[in-house]
């Protein structure tokens, strides 16, 4: 124990003294710093070291916010290619879903063609494709491009959905076009269109639900055996008259 206490005794002394020379040390390059920043200060430097001080931090800073645009770079391409790949993907699964449902389709283009067909000369054509955003619906009938001719389209189109439909359990039930879906129409393709809706309406069991101004009703000669007037077929009218408004209301 006594030449422990003495061991432990020379080297508290010892370490006193290096930390004593530590000290002295320090004071030295303390004092060699003061009389280099005095001579920097003299000479007009310390201004310059403190300016490329903020400089530097500066540019530190900016390096950093590169850093990070670049990493979130590599990330949004990364994410990119992945999105790409998940799309085609689903482009391919669509697709194989499009042929299973080769069946359905087919008959979705076989009552659209009747449909534009019960309309004029040559039937038109119902598209159903799988493209770079999924699926394409596309119509085509001869001399398209007319105002009739599109809404006819759009009449084909609805008409077509409501047959799919009709014998499904959960679905409406009805179809409703408003007057403007006949405007610019020629009458011929008037009475056709509600001859048509009118007997796939009766023979599917769904309604029909047609909305038109009385002075587009074409004549009885043009209307012929289907008249729109009959009292199975004219469910209301509407006037500008108090009591021939809708449930009382007044548009």
Avoid at 94 to 100: F, G, K, P, S, V
Avoid at 102 to 110: K, L
Wanted: hydrophobic share 35%.
């Amino acid at each position: 124990v006594t030449g422990r206490r003495s061991f432990l005794s020379s080297e508290i002394e010892r370490l006193k003294r290096d930390i004593g020379e530590r000290k002295t040390e320090i004071a030295e390059l303390d004092g060699q710093r003061a009389q280099r920043l005095e001579v920097l200060k003299t000479h007009g430097a310390l201004a310059e070291y403190s300016r490329l001080q903020t400089l530097h931090q500066e540019a530190m800073s900016r390096l950093a916010v590169i850093r990070q645009q670049i990493t979130e770079l590599r990330d949004l391409e990364e994410g990119q290619s992945q999105l790409k790949i998940e799309l085609e993907t689903l482009r391919q699964t669509t697709r194989r879903d499009l042929d299973e449902r080769a069946t359905a389709r087919e008959m979705a283009i076989s009552l659209f063609n009747s449909n534009s067909q019960s309309l004029y000369e040559a039937p038109g054509s119902l598209i159903i494709d799988v493209e770079k955003g999924g699926y394409k619906f596309a119509v085509e009938i001869e001399r398209a491009g007319a105002t009739g001719i599109e809404n006819m389209k759009v009449f084909c189109y609805d008409l077509t959905l409501m047959q799919l439909w009709a014998n499904r359990p959960h679905t409406p039930g009805l179809l409703i076009h408003d007057s403007p879906m006949f405007h610019g129409v020629d009458e011929r393709q008037k009475v056709l269109a509600w001859s048509r809706a009118c007997s796939e309406a009766e023979r599917l069991g769904f309604q029909y639900i047609c909305m038109v101004n009385t002075d587009e009703i074409p004549s009885p000669a043009v209307m012929g055996e289907f008249d729109l007037r009959r009292p199975e077929y004219e469910r209301i009218v509407l006037t500008d008259r108090p009591d021939g408004c809708l449930l009382g209301f007044r548009f």
